[in-house]
């Protein structure tokens, strides 16, 4: 998606943390979303985040919000190799519906 | 059912003709999207149905493609003339609700169109 941002590839080893990154450019953006695509599957919802806030954590993932430089970061601790796919960071501002980025493929080695 | 479902899951044809897509969303949910992902590619939005409303159909790249929402339930998205350009996974979401809500988007596993 042209409006939001994220670099396409991130390796790291298993046990080590990731670091995903998105940038977006609707300041308006009232949801901000993680998603997860494994290999030949469709995309399943791994965390979301509302506006008003600045950090999630969920078990292993966590959320960072930076509305100022509209940054958005999802953090796998202790990273498996089940965790190798693609992550999606998507906006949904109202008018539509959810706006993309092109995805992080990330890969994880033993 | 279970989850959202689309068929068929892969389809082959050949430049100019006309393809459907299927997607049946999860049993009451209000709101019905489809996407289109190309190869290393995002998700790109395609169109929105929400309810009763007129969908969105603002992500429709060309008046080759079409879609409709029978009964607030199925819907089928249609291409016609296919292009090889048009070869990429189509993917239907639905949610509970609409945009704006939090709610979760429920992904099908997709339709992989390949135009020869």
């Known amino acids: 998606g042209e409006d939001v941002e994220q670099s396409l590839f991130l390796s790291v080893r298993e046990g080590d943390s990731s670091v995903i990154n998105c940038t977006y450019t609707?300041?308006?953006?009232?949801?901000l979303y993680w998603y997860k695509q494994e290999p030949g599957a469709g995309l399943q919802l791994l965390t979301y985040i509302f506006s008003n806030m600045d950090m999630k954590q969920d078990q292993r993932l966590t959320v960072l919000l930076n509305k100022k430089d509209k940054h958005l970061s999802l953090r796998i601790a202790d990273t498996q190799t089940g965790d190798s796919a693609i992550y999606f960071c998507?906006?949904?501002?109202?008018?539509?519906?959810?706006?993309f980025g092109s995805g992080t493929r990330l890969q994880v080695q033993p | 059912g279970a989850g959202v479902s689309q068929s068929p899951s892969n389809k082959v044809t050949e430049k100019g003709k006309d393809v459907e897509l299927r997607c049946d969303p999860i049993?009451?949910?209000?709101?019905l999207y489809w996407y289109r992902q190309s190869l290393g590619q995002g998700l790109e939005f395609l169109i929105y149905f929400q309810g009763n409303s007129a969908p969105d159909k603002s992500g429709l790249p060309s008046d080759r493609f079409s879609a409709e929402r029978t009964g607030g339930s199925v819907s089928t998205l249609t291409i016609q003339r296919t292009q090889q350009e048009d070869s990429a996974v189509y993917l239907c979401?639905?949610?509970?609700?609409?945009?704006?809500?939090?709610?979760?988007?429920?992904f099908g596993p997709g339709t992989r169109l390949t135009v020869l």
């Open positions: 979401a639905s949610s509970l609700q609409g945009v704006l809500s939090g709610g979760e988007q429920f």
């Open positions: 049993s009451g949910h209000t709101a």
């Open positions: 609707d300041s308006s953006s009232t949801y």
């Open positions: 998507a906006e949904d501002t109202g008018r539509r519906a959810l706006t």
